[in-house]
């Protein structure tokens, strides 16, 4: 290496030869390595070499060391030796020679080495310890010696820790020999090793660095073409998800405020109809005689039937439908000029109106405004969200339907242009175009066809109401009935409450259901099996092309009396309507026959027995569907003649007319308000009955609900009950398609059955609106239920062979108290399915007892037992003396009730009430104005109800079965009525929070209430105050009406009302009056005893009273015409109670005892008096 490459390191550099080949020799920098030795990090500046050095100061210099073998000095070609004077070798001696050594000097010295080698020492240290046998065979001196012999000098060596004398060591002439020697080939050997793995590492990380770019590039044009797609796909799509998700919760909002604005106008309304009716604080002076309209409500009871007539604040005797119809007919000039002051009034009195019955919504400014109290009304995630139709009686309103956690909501979209044809006197009865509905609110989900196709749902909620949605296609409505509860059909027809069954077909549910062979036993009625078969083939009260179709039955429609054991009154049930008459229906057979028509089958009827005009022109007298009627008929009444207005007419038109194929609708069985005008309205005259007003009835009815009464006799009676599944395989079974059909003269035009069109394949929009026209206004067939004959009814002789035989004697037993205080109530708990059936008494001494019943107890002809008789004739009675009260000298606890009763209040039957299990006893006399529950197990109270500001008077609770909640119902001396909720599960009084609080609290009276009678299935609470009148509430706290007491009956002391919505009302001096529960007196009789007690059958066609005289009495209820006398007692009735089948009657006598009574209700039943 020259002198200039040892300069340009600037440090001191030990050069040794490589190998003797002439190709690495001639690369001076591939034989030499460089090691430096100086830790200086920069170089030190050169001193002249002829300046001296001080004494004590480091040299400046580098220290060239050149060694190497000769031969291997002398090996390469250009090689020469190289002369000492040539190599660039600062001696470390001065001119003076060298430098005496000073402490300061070797110790700098001494600390560099220490500084510098000083981690390194013991390291090398240990491995030539550890190596000593191998490196001294390998380590040898210039003569051949051992430079790292074993023994002491190793062991010396070892335990030094001298850095300077390791270092002396290595540097010293024989090390640098043998290292020189023995370590140059091995060494240069590794650099070159060395260089060759660097090369390959070299390539193998520009391969690898390729290999990564490549695909980091490919990686990178993987993510640019992942965000563009993101960009153009996913995120619009979110966009879109997310501007939806913002229109539905703007909607959702907007729906809430909307249906708050209609809650309110609703609770206003009530305010107003509280303060304003006669018995309100702003009541109208007697004197003034104001018009009253009323609407029938969509309440239902269990069968079905809406009954219930509510209060219509947009009625009116639509004296424009009256003008408008006037002039097309042709009514006579006096007639117009009537009918036109009439409308002009009426406009007039609606101007007056219309400050107070505005139902104008907010603006859209408001609707957009901020309200973070609505905002909570959101509960939960929207699960689903679709369009649809809201399908109400002569409504279709389109909307969005939406599904949270827990709630269902509809809002009507204003804006579509379908809803602007809607008429809009018509949407005011609508309920619904503003809806939320709780889950729990929600009872039972049924599939329903709409427009003959499976795309819509009917929901049945708590509040005994229904609503149906119509959906875009059937995936939707899957969609919406897996987001609802799990409910099913609900509970009645022996279905399991799945999802599973809401979307069942009809025919399944058909199959599914027990109800056909409820109805072989005759456990239920004829009227109710009809209402299941049309429920479950798509029928509704909703949409009026499909509402639920009843068979005419009776032909005698002329007769002043009418036989209902004749069979020759009765309608022929295996023939449709339209072949009822030979000659009529030899004429639609020709025309099955002759029919010739490529694309249209042939057909017996062009008309239907049921269509939306055939049931609004049935309910012409009755809103809503007088509205209706006008706004089918283009807002006038239609042509007198063509109007509904004689029962004996509509059925001779039936008989003779080739259009008119119409079936009943099941009004005509239950509603006798359908055949009164009594709103009055001008339905102009026919040619020869004269003006048409109220319904002309056949001359065997006297009245409308004698009428009614008859017919739902006839539809109940044997002859109908052992052919009605014929007429049931015409209207649902399998004649009502195919060759069954055909040769029943059956068959109607296509279009009116399921399945016939598809109309999402019609693409033609005019075409499409051309059928659904055809389909809406001719009549739907139900759906198909049975392929095969429906099997016939059970005789009641081949049912209950007993029914008919002698019944024993009327006295069953009689068992008597010790107390002899009156026992002044009594319940019959008497279910079989109960733990322990039983009875409970109280007397008015607050004394109760729980006395056994014996379900087992089987009546023979024997005289009547009494209690204190051997035991084992006492073991076959029908009750046992409760055990705490048997034994003169017991020790066990008395069954009383305390003494905090007011003085004021007399205890009554109606003072007191029982849970249906008999577990828990309410009364109610207090002084601190309170009821309270007892437990009878152990007489103890546990719960006490607050709630009146007067003493409580008397309790009433509403009819339930074994284990469901009920209504519990107090009247006060304060001059109101609440309403309590019993929950069955919690086995108490319950409200909204930890307390007890009131559903309802119904006001009207002005003076104490006496008594008090609620229904849960009617929806209604029926109250009488001590010089006031009866009044009529529902169960939400609305005033219906009074029910005005005949001239001189006063003082009502008793109210009972059966699930048929006949009330009857005792007054003082032993007068009777019987009421419908829309208000209509029907009957009213005084007695001559003094009624203390009354009690109703189940189906309340039988009232059983008692009185001062001792004397137990059956009456027709409809007629109040006395049926029978039980025996005399031997004091008075103060209470009675029925057993749950009706076989026994139980009376609590004023002396203390019970009397039961073996009764037979069949014995007064119109065909067993006729025919056995």
Avoid at 15 to 29: F, L
Wanted: proline content about 5%.
């Amino acid at each position: 290496m020259s002198d200039g490459s040892s300069q340009k390191s600037g440090e001191d550099v030990i050069q040794h030869y490589g190998s003797g080949d002439a190709a690495e020799e001639k690369k001076g920098e591939d034989s030499w390595t460089d090691v430096s030795l100086n830790d200086e990090s920069e170089p030190r500046p050169r001193t002249d070499e002829k300046d001296g050095m001080d004494r004590g100061e480091k040299p400046q210099g580098q220290i060239s060391v050149l060694s190497g073998s000769p031969m291997h000095n002398n090996t390469g070609g250009n090689s020469s030796s190289i002369p000492r004077d040539e190599l660039n070798i600062k001696s470390l001696m001065t001119a003076e020679g060298f430098p005496l050594p000073t402490p300061a000097r070797e110790s700098n010295l001494t600390q560099k080495l220490e500084a510098a080698l000083g981690s390194v020492c013991p390291l090398l240290r240990e491995i030539m310890v550890d190596f000593a046998p191998f490196l001294s065979k390998t380590l040898l001196g210039s003569h051949g010696q051992e430079l790292l012999s074993e023994g002491k000098g190793i062991t010396s060596f070892k335990h030094s820790t001298s850095v300077v004398e390791l270092v002396m060591l290595l540097c010293s002439q024989e090390w640098q020999n043998s290292l020189q020697k023995h370590a140059g080939l091995a060494f240069i050997e590794l650099i070159n090793e060395g260089r060759l793995l660097s090369h390959a590492m070299k390539d193998h990380i520009v391969r690898v660095a390729n290999e990564a770019e490549f695909i980091l590039n490919r990686m990178r044009a993987d993510d640019v073409l992942k965000h563009a797609e993101f960009e153009q796909t996913l995120c619009a799509q979110t966009v879109i998800e997310r501007k939806e998700e913002e229109k539905m919760c703007d909607h959702l909002i907007t729906a809430a405020r909307r249906r708050d604005n209609v809650i309110a106008s609703r609770v206003l309304e009530k305010t107003i109809n509280i303060i304003s009716n006669k018995h309100g604080a702003w009541g109208q002076d007697p004197g003034v005689d104001a018009p009253e309209y009323w609407r029938l409500d969509a309440w239902e009871d269990d069968a079905r039937r809406r009954k219930r007539f509510v209060h219509n604040p947009w009625g009116s005797s639509h004296p424009e439908a009256t003008l408008k119809s006037s002039h097309e007919n042709g009514a006579p000039d006096d007639a117009m000029l009537q009918a036109k002051e009439e409308f002009h009034s009426q406009l007039a009195a609606n101007r007056s109106q219309q400050p107070l019955q505005s139902n104008d919504l907010m603006d859209d400014n408001e609707l957009l405004s901020d309200d973070r109290e609505l905002d909570l009304d959101l509960v939960g995630p929207v699960n689903i969200s679709s369009k649809g139709h809201l399908i109400s009686p002569g409504v279709v309103a389109p909307g969005i339907v939406s599904i949270t956690s827990n709630e269902l909501y509809f809002e009507v979209d204003e804006d579509d242009p379908e809803f602007s044809k809607v008429d809009p006197e018509v949407l005011k009865y609508c309920d619904h175009l503003h809806g939320k509905w709780y889950f729990s609110e929600i009872r039972a989900i049924f599939s329903r066809h709409y427009l003959l196709q499976n795309v819509a749902i009917e929901i049945f909620l708590a509040s005994r109401t229904s609503v149906m949605f119509a959906f875009p296609d059937q995936a939707t409505v899957k969609k919406v009935i897996k987001a609802l509860p799990r409910v099913g059909v609900g509970i009645k027809y022996g279905i399991p409450q799945t999802r599973r069954a809401s979307m069942m077909s009809p025919r399944q549910l058909m199959r599914a259901s027990n109800m056909t062979q409820k109805w072989q036993r005759r456990e239920i009625s004829n009227f109710e099996y009809l209402m299941f078969l049309n429920t479950i083939a798509g029928r509704t009260y909703n949409d009026l092309n499909q509402y639920p179709v009843f068979p005419w039955i009776l032909t005698n429609y002329d007769s002043k009396e009418l036989d209902l054991g004749l069979s020759s009154n009765y309608r022929d049930l295996s023939k449709p309507a339209g072949a009822l008459n030979p000659s009529r229906r030899a004429y639609f057979e020709e025309r099955y026959n002759s029919w010739e028509h490529e694309s249209i089958p042939p057909f017996h009827y062009g008309s239907h027995y049921s269509t939306a005009a055939f049931t609004l022109n049935w309910l012409l007298r009755l809103e809503p569907f007088t509205t209706m009627f006008l706004a089918l008929q283009s807002g006038k009444f239609d042509h007198p003649n063509r109007l509904f207005s004689s029962i004996s007419m509509a059925w001779k038109n039936c008989q003779r007319d080739t259009s008119d194929v119409k079936e009943l609708i099941p009004e005509l069985f239950y509603l006798p308000e359908m055949f009164t005008n009594a709103h009055q309205y001008k339905l102009g005259s026919q040619d020869e009955t004269g003006v048409v007003d109220h319904v002309q009835l056949p001359t065997w009815a006297s009245s409308p609900d004698e009428f009614v009464r008859i017919h739902r006799m006839a539809l109940e009676s044997e002859i109908v009950s052992c052919q009605l599944h014929q007429w049931i395989d015409l209207i649902f079974g399998y004649k009502q398609k195919g060759p069954e059909a055909i040769r029943a003269t059956n068959v109607f035009y296509y279009l009116t059955y399921e399945g016939s069109v598809d109309l999402d394949a019609v693409n033609d929009h005019i075409m499409l609106e051309a059928i659904e026209n055809q389909i809406r206004s001719f009549g739907q067939t139900p759906s198909q239920l049975l392929m095969e004959p429906h099997p016939p009814r059970s005789s009641a002789m081949h049912l209950t062979p007993m029914m008919f035989s002698t019944v024993p004697d009327d006295v069953c037993m009689v068992m008597k108290f010790l107390s002899n205080s009156p026992i002044c109530h009594i319940s019959a708990n008497s279910y079989p399915q109960l733990p322990q059936p039983s009875v409970v008494t109280v007397t008015a001494s607050q004394n109760f007892a729980v006395n056994k019943w014996n379900s087992n107890y089987s009546a023979s002809m024997h005289s009547p037992s009494f209690a204190e008789s051997t035991p084992s004739i006492a073991a076959n009675l029908p009750l046992i003396m409760d055990p705490v009260l048997a034994q003169v000298n017991n020790h066990m606890p008395k069954r009383h009730l305390g003494d905090n009763f007011s003085q004021k209040v007399k205890m009554r039957a109606n003072c007191f009430v029982t849970t249906v299990d008999s577990k828990f006893l309410i009364a109610c006399g207090f002084w601190d104005h309170s009821f309270r529950v007892f437990s009878t197990e152990s007489a103890k109270i546990v719960q006490i109800v607050f709630g009146h500001f007067g003493v409580i008077t008397c309790l009433g609770r509403s009819e339930c079965n074994i284990t469901s909640d009920c209504y519990v119902a107090s009247g006060s001396a304060d001059c109101t009525v609440l309403l309590w909720h019993w929950n069955a599960r919690c086995q108490a009084i319950v409200g909204d929070g930890d307390h007890p609080t009131p559903r309802a609290t119904l006001t009207g009276h002005d003076s104490p209430v006496t008594a008090l009678v609620i229904s849960a299935e009617l929806g209604l609470v029926v109250s009488s105050s001590e010089y006031g009148p009866v009044l009529v509430h529902t169960t939400f706290g609305d005033l219906l009406r009074t029910l005005e007491a005949p001239n001189g009956y006063r003082g009502p002391e008793n109210v009972i009302m059966s699930r048929e919505g006949i009330v009857v009302v005792g007054y003082e001096k032993g007068n009777i009056a019987a009421f419908t529960m829309n208000g209509r007196r029907l009957r009213h009789h005084s007695h001559h005893d003094t009624i203390q007690c009354m009690l109703l059958s189940r189906d309340g066609e039988y009232l059983i009273t008692g009185g001062d005289k001792g004397i137990v009495e059956v009456w027709r209820t409809f007629s109040l015409a006395l049926l029978y006398a039980f025996p005399a007692c031997d004091s008075a009735v103060k209470s009675i109670a029925l057993s749950h089948d009706h076989r026994f009657l139980l009376t609590g006598l004023a002396t203390g005892s019970i009397v039961v009574f073996h009764i037979d209700f069949n014995r007064w039943h119109h065909e067993f008096q006729h025919r056995y």
